[in-house]
């Protein structure tokens, strides 16, 4: 069976840093292609970054230069950096792996930040 589960996500104020994590199983983790997406309530689910199987990342503009993606294929996790964290930054993450056609979600971990 094929999961991915997100963790690391919490409540914190405005600047502050939290380190989400993904841990995967059921796949030859190395050859995906990981992602960390976002959907705040009543907002359309927005790309945050990637990570290919070779390392090269991606950003989306919002959150380049604060979030950093990164992975570790000995652990079958990608992580998801982030500092500096806006209210804006308040959503649900999930992970996202994809291989040729096939692809495969997370349950995703929220992420509040407020004062």
């Known amino acids: 069976q094929v999961q991915l589960v997100e963790s690391g996500g919490d409540l914190v104020q405005p600047g502050g840093s939290l380190r989400l994590s993904c841990a995967a199983s059921g796949i030859i983790f190395s050859m995906y292609r990981m992602a960390w997406y976002r959907q705040a309530p009543g907002k359309q689910r927005e790309l945050v970054a990637t990570?290919?199987?070779?390392?090269?990342?991606n950003y989306a503009d919002s959150v380049k230069g604060r979030f950093t993606i990164s992975r570790d294929n000995a652990k079958n996790t990608v992580y998801l950096q982030m500092n500096s964290l806006k209210p804006e930054d308040t959503a649900v993450y999930s992970c996202?792996?994809?291989?040729?056609?096939?692809?495969?979600w997370g349950q995703g971990t929220q992420v509040t930040v407020s004062s």
């Open positions: 996202n792996a994809r291989f040729r056609a096939l692809e495969y």
């Open positions: 990570i290919t199987s070779g390392g090269s990342t």
